[in-house]
């Protein structure tokens, strides 16, 4: 069993501290990570996410926005970590988030949705929370009437072609035309985490399956390799969601996509357009390029536990170098009145590293927050 806390190895040789590479190679070595810094990165950014995010009318009550590059992570990696650490009782964080999820869920057709400009924002926001809250729902412990109205808003919402109407601001990876089918791998998870289902068969929801299996499946074979990452992961909690062959595939693709540092990039994983149906496809700002030419806690822990859940050991190649790689880039991050030892990951629409109203601190850290909690979600799995 490898020890629950960061062991900080500082050498003094010839009266001169070690370098922080070599710092990171002992690290990577040891196979030390920080459970508890990395525990409070996700809850202090889960509280900035609370005190930030807009504010939305839900009852007699209004409660936070919920995003997938802050909140999903979150509600995916905070009990696994929780449980690892051995602590028992959810989080304040944890509580809020179902508390504040589950009014959402009780005042459908009343509340104030995610955005009511336009037709076409209202109809893309009940889409997007409808599979978020699902989600939500389906991965905490909470009362099955609770979990069968958002799983019924789910499939309410649901379009004939199995997916989902998806928020589309032309910003990847999480809100564009593309994303949509990101957006149905989420409802997937949902369902594969739910107790009893997809296998419970419930005369409400086997259409909603099945349309929800077809899209998946038709559009499959166009699909970028983030989405196709993504639906590997819910496949290992709903089965036949892929063949054997597109596995095997996609599991060889995966591998052949490592960088020679045993990470992976996010930039690589997708030839992005922005919501553009015509070249150049360009972001809509200039993102810093030579972040994004490096490997990030992002991709790497995303791709390193969907390979772990779809069963490649601990000790195979692509994995140990992999996690090789993650526990080496465990860093302090510094942000306005906080530091936090997470992982980084970098926009791929702006240059959010150079401070003013693109950068300040919150939204700068917006893609570490899942590069963090997936970091956390690799390791865990490996241990």
């Not at 690892?84 to 009780?106: F, N, S």
């Not at 336009?118 to 409808?130: C, D, F, I, P």
């Not at 289902?197 to 077809?214: N, V």
Request: contains cysteine; hydrophobic residues 40%.
């Amino acid at each position: 069993m490898k020890p629950a806390s960061l062991v900080v190895l500082t050498v003094v040789v010839m009266g001169f501290a070690a370098s922080p590479a070599a710092a990171q190679e002992d690290r990577a070595a040891s196979g030390a990570w920080d459970r508890e810094g990395a525990a409070r990165y996700l809850d202090e950014r889960m509280d900035l996410w609370f005190a930030n995010a807009d504010k939305l009318r839900t009852g007699e009550a209004k409660t936070a926005c919920v995003s997938c590059h802050t909140t999903v992570p979150y509600v995916m990696a905070r009990p696994v970590l929780r449980r690892a650490m051995q602590a028992g009782a959810a989080t304040p964080q944890e509580t809020r988030l179902l508390q504040e999820t589950t009014r959402r869920v009780e005042t459908y057709g009343a509340h104030q949705l995610l955005y009511e400009a336009g037709e076409n924002k209202q109809v893309e926001s009940r889409g997007t929370e409808a599979v978020l809250n699902a989600l939500i729902l389906a991965s905490a412990d909470v009362a099955q009437d609770r979990r069968a109205q958002a799983f019924g808003r789910l499939w309410e919402t649901q379009r004939p072609d199995g997916a989902w109407d998806w928020l589309d601001f032309g910003l990847e990876p999480f809100e564009t035309v593309d994303a949509r089918y990101y957006g149905a791998t989420l409802a997937a998870l949902a369902v594969g985490m739910a107790p009893g289902s997809p296998a419970s068969g419930a005369a409400a929801a086997t259409a909603g399956i099945e349309r929800l299996r077809g899209y998946l499946q038709h559009n499959y074979a166009s699909q970028r390799l983030f989405n196709r990452s993504w639906l590997l992961l819910a496949s290992t909690y709903w089965e036949d969601l892929l063949t054997p062959a597109q596995r095997e595939t996609l599991l060889a693709d995966l591998q052949r996509r490592q960088r020679d540092d045993g990470g992976w990039a996010l930039e690589a994983l997708g030839d992005w357009r922005w919501s553009k149906t015509e070249a150049p496809f360009r972001p809509p700002g200039a993102p810093a390029a030579s972040l994004l030419a490096k490997s990030d806690g992002y991709a790497t822990g995303l791709i390193v536990y969907a390979l772990r859940r779809a069963g490649l050991p601990a000790g195979h190649p692509a994995i140990s170098r992999g996690l090789r790689w993650l526990r080496a880039n465990q860093h302090n991050v510094p942000g306005s009145q906080h530091t936090w030892p997470g992982w980084r990951a970098h926009s791929l629409n702006f240059d959010r590293e150079q401070g003013g109203k693109k950068g300040e601190p919150w939204r700068r850290m917006f893609m570490s927050d899942s590069a963090t909690a997936f970091a956390v979600l690799a390791l865990v799995a490996s241990e």
